[in-house]
């Protein structure tokens, strides 16, 4: 695996390193030493799957409060998905500042979300996959988002959004 850092210390893309044959290919997706050899938190706890019938689709900002902060490795699996993570963390020289990478089945990149940011994504394909690895439980009661057009953050989203849920696009602004 390629792990490249991006302006957001801590948040990463990762690009697999697929072994090619006469049969296709073989690439590590996880592997716990070279995450451990980049820093990076290499505790799973959970694995979890979203499934989106509709392109435009967005669900996010998400991210969980202390004490159960969560570190996410995403993929895409099935379709194509605009990613974007967002520093949350006050002392951050890039608080409330984002990145946004595509993610899609084809160039099978993840991103690297650490504890402290809020993610969220936004289809770019009908019928989108999206897989995610997880550092703690889910904890409903630490549950937390913002809202996805805070003029905060000015994020710039790059079509516009047909499907949303009801909690996401009533969470307040951040401010």
């Known amino acids: ?10 948040v990463f893309e990762i690009q697999l ?7 296709g290919f073989f690439a590590r997706t996880w592997c716990q030493s070279e995450f451990e050899g980049h820093g990076l938190n290499s505790r799973l706890v959970q694995c979890s799957i979203s499934f989106s019938t509709r392109r435009g689709t967005l669900r996010g900002l998400h991210y969980q409060a202390k004490p159960h902060e969560e570190t996410k490795v995403v993929r895409c699996t ?5 990613d974007v993570a967002v520093d ?6 890039t608080y409330k500042e984002w990145i946004a990478v595509t993610l899609t ?3 099978r990149r993840m ?4 504890e402290g940011c809020a993610h969220g994504f936004l289809t770019l394909e009908d019928n989108t996959e999206v897989c995610y690895q997880m550092t703690a439980f889910y904890n409903p009661e630490s549950s937390r988002g913002m ?5 905060t953050f000015q994020i710039a989203w790059p079509e516009h959004v047909e499907v949303i849920s009801e909690r996401d696009r009533n969470y307040r602004n951040f401010e």
Not at 17 to 23: F, G, T, Y
Not at 147 to 151: A, E, L, V
């Open 1 to 10: 695996m390629i792990f490249h850092e991006s302006k957001l210390p801590g």
């Open 17 to 23: 390193e697929p072994q090619l044959d006469e049969r």
């Open 78 to 82: 099935r379709g194509a998905i605009y």
């Open 88 to 93: 949350l963390r006050p002392n951050s020289p």
């Open 105 to 107: 089945a084809e160039n």
């Open 111 to 114: 991103l690297y979300i650490p």
């Open 147 to 151: 809202r996805w057009n805070d003029p």
